[in-house]
């Protein structure tokens, strides 16, 4: 079996993954929050890291545009365009061995794009009755220096 | 003025009550927050909201009160949950039921992604064993409701969606509670499914929305029985994991008039093969220990290619051989249940086919003859042709199972 990702191990995975999103591809106006999400429909371990973060459309860019933008940049670092294989959601997925990240347009705002960062499903910890799964809001920590 | 609407009042008569109040009355009512008026179907989302917002603020107070006011973080820890941790994009929440020592303290609640009396399309999610308030269903980080929204959204982007968290039930208390082998709590909780879901409709501002009921597991079985026996109304059904749907015995009980029973069953869910009550499931629950009591299966499989539903696509990405995790990845980001609920409930469920989601139904099988036999010297001797079905064998061919998966599982 893989070996497991401790609480703070899982958070930075997704972490950092959103960290080099929003440096590479020099996002503006980025906001974002943290939670462990469980990796079935039970709420109960395994569970990953999530990293849900928003950013301000680039202006004069259609929000799909921008979105490609991101991606190619990525890829240029290295990263794999598309989801992981056998994984199909809707939006704009990029992915690397240890995260998923998948791109599309903010709740009812088509001036802000949202990326969602998704571990892997190493982290053992029971965090259904910690808290942990609500959410915390991490801005500092993705455009911090 | 009546402080309250008749003892009993439907939905309709709520609503007639309540347009019936003058203004100044209807204020009065929402800042004394009278608990039962947020729960009460007839009355607007928005001021349900207001409504069971200030009620659940009051039993944050009352940490003397050990029942409520667990349930009440656990509620508030779901609308946070559901708004989501980023301030930048947060998800429109709503309050829609609360009452937190409903079920012997397990509690009810119900919280709405997107304003339903507003919305073009809505999605009830029913969950299924184990789940309750107190448990921490609505914050518990599976994720279900967030993830068919923001799909949704991603898919068809400017749908008017919401998607409500029902957690409006007393469910059995997991699969080693006995009461989740009998379909009672299933019932019971069709009733009160059924008259919610009729509810948003009397609400509803507008044109008619599109509405799907969606259920997994044992909550699938609930909303079978909303349907069949309760008079629920809705558009479209998504069935996930089902272990049989009672008293629904194909999709046609389901009365939805031009509407679809939408299923999803992995090949791997040992749960969704317990339908049917024929040989196999009754042998597979033996095996699995009798997850659901000695008398397996709630019903008819849904899954079945003779139950008049549409199946799409399910599989747990790795997925090889029965497996209780498979019971359970119905809402992965990524997994094509997720891809194939969110064209269902933004009304797009004849899309499934171009993207490439239909699934075979499992079917039965059958007793085939030769159309013709060759005799030495004789030559071909033509047979009447014999196909069919062997009476009484559940349907346990399931095609989904040879598709190749792609990838390690989680």
Known sequence: MTEPLSDERAMAQVVEAARQIVRTARLNDVTGGFLFESCNDQGAPPYRGRVDMSFAVSAGMEPEEHFKQ???AMVRQ??????????????LAVHTKTVMVVIGRACGDNSRGSAQVCGECRNLTDHRHDGMTVGNEITDRLTGR | MQPEPPPGANADEVNAWWNSLMRDERDRLIAEHPPVLGNLNGIPAELRDQINTAVMNDDLTRADDAARYRNAVQVKQGLDHDRGSDPGNQRPVLLWAYDPLAFNGKGSAAIAIGDPDHAQDIAVIVPGAGSSVASGWLAGGHNDAINVYDQSMAAYPGDDLSVIAWMGYDTPDGFD??????????????VRLAQDVNGLWVTHDGSPPHVTVLGHS???????DAFAASGATANDVVSLGSPGTDLAHSAKDFHLDSGTVYVGSASSDPISWLGEGGGVSNELNEILGYPFGRYAGLGTDPAGDGFGSVRFKAEVPGGDGLSFRDHSHYFDLGGEALRSMAHIVTGHGAALAQDDLLAQGRRQP????????????????HLPHIDTRIP???????????RPREVERD
């Not at chain 1, 290295?78 to 939006?91: A, I, L, Q, S």
């Not at chain 2, 509670?177 to 069709?190: I, N």
């Not at chain 2, 044992?218 to 079978?224: D, E, I, K, M």
């Not at chain 2, 009484?392 to 040879?402: K, L, N, S």
């Open chain 1, 78 to 91: 290295g990263w794999t365009d598309g989801p992981p294989p056998g994984r199909r959601p809707f939006g």
């Open chain 2, 392 to 402: 009484g064998v559940p349907a346990y061919i399931d095609p989904e199972a040879e």
């Open chain 2, 177 to 190: 509670d006995p009461r989740v082998a009998s379909p009672l709590m299933a019932r019971q909780g069709g």
């Open chain 2, 218 to 224: 044992y909550g699938s079985s609930t909303v079978a």
């Open chain 2, 366 to 381: 059958h007793i085939t003859t030769p159309s013709e036999v060759k005799i030495p010297g004789l030559g071909p001797i």
């Open chain 1, 70 to 72: 991101i991606a190619t």
